[in-house]
Nanobody, 125 residues
Framework: QVQLVESGGGLVQSGDSLRLSCAASGYTFSLYVMGWFRQSPGKEREFVAAINRSGGSTYYADAVKGRFTISRDNTKNTVDLQMNSLKPEDTAVYFC??????????????????WGQGTQVTVSS
């Protein structure tokens, strides 16, 4: 049974940094693309970042490019999201997600089969 458990959310001030972590279990972690999405109140869930199986390629939404860094450790079955220079508009629930094995896109929510429960990130101005 696939399990994705996020941690590391919290309340920070504008300009601060925060690191989210997602612990995966129940499948062969290194065979799957992993992604992070977020959802703000009243908005649809949106793509944040994704990383390929080896960790050698990463993909980012324009809104976070240059500020966020996604990484993975295939020996520990974890995927992290380092968030720097946080802004109030980054406030959201952040979700870790597992992409379907045969799916092709990195930023389409529909291509991700399994989701964590989410962790709240709140950035005050």
């Amino acid at each position: 049974q696939v399990q994705l458990v996020e941690s590391g959310g919290g309340l920070v001030q504008s300009g601060d940094s925060l690191r989210l972590s997602c612990a995966a279990s129940g499948y062969t972690f290194s065979l799957y693309v992993m992604g992070w999405f977020r959802q703000s109140p009243g908005k649809e869930r949106e793509f944040v970042a994704a990383i390929n199986r080896s960790g050698g390629s990463t993909y980012y939404a324009d809104a976070v490019k240059g500020r966020f860094t996604i990484s993975r450790d295939n020996t520990k079955n974890t995927v992290d999201l380092q968030m720097n220079s946080l802004k109030p508009e980054d406030t959201a629930v952040y979700f870790c997600a597992l992409r379907g094995y045969y799916s092709g896109s990195y930023n389409e929510e529909a291509d991700y089969d399994h989701w964590g429960q989410g962790t709240q990130v709140t950035v005050s101005s």
